[in-house]
């Protein structure tokens, strides 16, 4: 993982961890950035709420819950099992945090 | 000379500070006014201010959308987008949707001097100092043979163009055409019609570029001067005599009226078929197209290029478009190349987005009986097209 963050409904970097490369700044850019494709969809009656977006061998993946958006940049490619065992431990993390994606 | 202006921003010590710099710009004063709420500015009659600054990012609304859905009510208005960043893809996507500069926010005294000179630029712009040229006519002339003259001259001008209905941009930068645009359109697409208005020959005027202009157009200018559609020939005879230009006729003009006929599609007395172009013609690979709700594709100027059950290809080309631009200030934003494919998981619906350098591909999936390997299947049997 290179990059992780989750940013409250009101756009507020909640809680991030990232290599040096990537600022909190844009962290907070990538997700407004992915909030806006998720709701341009809800505008299109095609209601999605989780992304995975294929950067050649790196992964950016993204998925929104009641209590805001939260984002992982990957340094590996994912499938679905892959994102299974991504959200089963990144789930009950949030949780303890009061956190429902 | 500035008479009206209107800044559109959520920074509210910003906008003082620019409304009371751009006071300086008129004589008498100009009215500046100034809207911190961007869904209000909507509601403003637009076409009454020459010069509209808007942010790129307001707290509302992207300015950038903004922009598109403010620009038609106010054509004859300049559009001057201010950026917190300066990244690529930002200015590219700013000069897409029509503003007409685009610059950093100013934030310094001497930042603000810079500002103001760009924009009084704007309003009166410097004479071309290129070889032949005098700027300041607004002069009949064939197109192709002044983009010409410019690209052999290495200059970097924007050429106004105007025809007796239309009007629009091209920029041409270190001797290419980096960019064309015209209400409605933009790339090299704008730039071929361009050269088809008027049978060639239209009235231009050309501006000294002062900033590196978005590169929408890749193709090198010879090239796309060879092949462009109703354009005439570029020769030697044609070049602007002794300085001067001259209204040269086209060698093989375009008959507009019959062009209009041929455009037009034949009557068809069968059903319209489900795709075009016609999958059955196409030389891609092996890997059959996976069962999907619909598919499209559109190139990189958001123009819908083919699809199979799009029931609104406008929007359709619109969230592709949208989806795709967005994903490039992503891709900036991580310092990576543009997003290979992308997949938006919903409840009822999966979406599967492959770009390559030319177009976007789309397909839209049902959840319910969609795989990993449909999907799959979909991003191999687009990679096996040719864009």
């Not at chain 1, 050649?56 to 209590?67: M, P, Q």
């Not at chain 2, 064939?142 to 009007?167: E, N, P, T």
Request: charge should be negative.
């Amino acid at each position: 993982m290179i990059a992780a963050a989750f940013v409250s409904e009101e756009g507020k970097l909640l809680g991030w961890c990232a290599n040096s490369v990537i600022s909190a700044d844009n962290l907070c850019f990538i997700a407004e950035t992915c909030r806006s494709v998720l709701s341009a969809n809800r505008a299109e009656q095609r209601p999605a709420d989780m992304g995975v977006v294929a950067f050649g061998n790196r992964t950016l993946v993204f998925r929104e819950g009641g209590h805001g958006l939260f984002m992982a940049y990957l340094d590996s490619p994912t499938n679905d099992a892959v994102l299974r065992w991504l959200f089963d431990q990144v789930g009950p993390i949030l949780e303890a945090e009061g956190v429902k994606l | 000379m500035l008479h009206t202006a209107l800044i559109i921003t959520s920074q509210r010590e910003y906008a003082q500070a620019l409304r009371h710099e751009l006071l300086r710009l008129g004589d008498p004063p100009a009215r500046i006014d100034v809207e911190l709420d961007a869904l209000r500015a909507t509601q403003l009659a637009t076409q009454q201010y020459e010069l509209i600054l808007l942010d790129a990012m307001l707290e509302s609304i992207d300015g950038l959308q903004l922009l598109l859905l403010i620009k038609p009510q106010a054509p004859r208005c300049k559009f001057v987008i201010v950026s917190d960043t300066t990244d690529e893809a930002t200015r590219a996507l700013a000069y897409q949707n029509g503003a007409d500069l685009f610059l950093e926010r100013p934030t310094t005294a001497e930042a603000f001097r810079s500002a103001l000179e760009a924009l009084e630029a704007l309003f009166n712009p410097p004479p071309v100092t290129g070889p032949t040229l005098s700027a300041d006519a607004d002069t009949v002339v064939a197109i192709a043979d002044i983009v010409q003259m410019f690209c052999l001259s290495g200059d970097s001008v924007l050429l106004a163009v105007r025809s007796q209905y239309q009007s629009g941009d091209i920029f041409i930068y270190r001797g290419e055409v980096y960019h064309a645009q015209y209400p409605g359109k933009s790339g090299e697409a704008a730039f071929r019609d361009m050269l088809g208005w008027n049978g060639g020959l239209l009235r231009t005027r050309a501006i000294k570029l002062t900033h590196t202009p978005p590169r929408t157009i890749e193709t090198p200018y010879r090239l796309l001067l060879e092949t462009a559609p109703g354009s005439p020939e570029v020769t030697a005879e044609s070049a602007p005599i002794d300085g001067e230009l001259v209204v040269v006729e086209a060698a093989t003009p375009s008959d507009t009226a019959t062009l209009a006929v041929m455009k037009e599609a034949p009557p068809r007395d069968d059903a319209a078929p489900v795709y075009f172009p016609d999958p059955r013609r196409r030389t891609g690979g092996e890997t059959p197209l996976p069962r999907v709700n619909s598919h499209w594709m559109v190139n990189l100027s958001g123009d819908l290029l083919e699809g199979s059950q799009v029931s609104e290809p406008d929007r359709c080309a619109f969230i592709t478009s949208f989806i795709f631009r967005k994903m490039a200030d992503v891709a900036v934003a991580l310092e990576v190349d543009y997003f290979n494919h992308m997949t938006l998981y919903g409840p009822h619906l999966q979406q599967v987005l492959v770009a390559d350098n030319m177009g976007v591909r789309h397909a839209v999936f049902d959840t319910a009986w969609t795989t990993e390997e449909m999907r799959t299947e979909y991003v191999k049997w687009c990679c096996e097209q040719s864009f």
